[in-house]
């Protein structure tokens, strides 16, 4: 069972979602938290290009050769499960990104891989304390049910944040993964064809539109944002 899924975003009136390019308040960020605090999630999760910003820099460890080999198999941090917890998700395929700690935004952070990840990764991450589930043989072909279904059962995690970028959206919602829309519209017309987009399927190109959604509700809040909400229905229905 997979937990419920609400892609939480502040994306301009063109749907794009680089928000330094804007020169908007810090009020309208400190909004965006706000408004996700109003949910009871136990976990936000977003793409190996979002959390650059909160990595430091990049893995430059090299792949081991010879040595023991670590299995494939997760591995949970000790001190990752606390009652209330919330965590923090990075989809991180080949393992690309260096972390300082195991916390991300202050919350434990679990990387997401795949089985092909540099061996010394693996070594890092442990020494870090940080916990890492596999959801695919090969990195570029992640299996996101297999993501939500562990991270339901091994760390609890019944309500998720997805918090972009496009890409990460743009596949959650496209395989039908995503419940609720939480969309703060920001007052500011992008333009920039090509920039990072609410919902980008990178590989495939789709014939038709990938979801269709029912207004839950619309509010106005502060700096001009109107923060809309809906359920996402896949062929009619809701997600699975
Ligand atoms: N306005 C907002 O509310 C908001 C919120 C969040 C982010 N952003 C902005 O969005 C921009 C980044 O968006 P983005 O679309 O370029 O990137 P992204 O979604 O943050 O990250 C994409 C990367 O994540 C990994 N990934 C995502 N889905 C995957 C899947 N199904 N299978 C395997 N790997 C997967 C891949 O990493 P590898 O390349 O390593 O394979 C992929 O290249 C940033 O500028 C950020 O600031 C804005």
């Known amino acids: 069972m997979k ?4 892609c939480h975003m502040m994306p301009s009136v063109d749907g794009r979602l680089r928000t330094e390019r804007w020169n908007v308040s810090e009020r309208a960020h400190q909004e965006y938290e706000r408004t996700a605090n109003t949910y009871d999630a136990d976990a936000w999760l977003s793409g190996r290009k979002t959390m650059e910003e909160f990595a430091s820099g990049h893995w430059k460890g090299r792949s081991r050769r010879g040595g ?42 679990i990387q997401v891989l795949g089985e092909d990840v540099p061996e010394g990764y693996l070594t890092f991450l442990r020494g870090k304390g ?16 297999t993501v939500l279904d562990k991270l339901r059962r091994k760390f609890g995690i019944k309500q998720l944040m ?24 920001t007052p500011v017309a992008d333009g920039a064809p090509g920039e990072p987009a609410l919902f980008d399927v990178a590989s495939v190109k789709p014939k038709k539109a990938i979801a269709h959604l029912r207004l839950k509700s619309v509010r106005k809040i502060a700096t001009g944002m109107v923060w809309l909400k809906y359920r996402v229905q896949h062929n009619g229905r809701r997600a699975a």
């Open 68 to 109: 023991k080999r670590l299995p494939r198999t997760d591995w949970v941090a000790p001190d990752a499960q606390r009652p209330g917890q919330s965590f923090g998700i990075c989809l991180d395929p080949n393992g690309k990104l260096a972390w300082k700690s195991n916390k991300v935004g202050g919350d434990p952070l």
């Open 130 to 145: 940080i916990s890492y589930i596999f959801a695919g043989k090969k990195g570029a072909e992640l299996n996101l049910r």
């Open 3 to 6: 937990p419920y899924v609400i």
């Open 162 to 185: 997805l918090e972009g970028g496009g890409e990460t959206n743009g596949t959650f919602i496209h395989q039908g993964l995503v419940d609720e829309l939480s969309l703060l519209v």
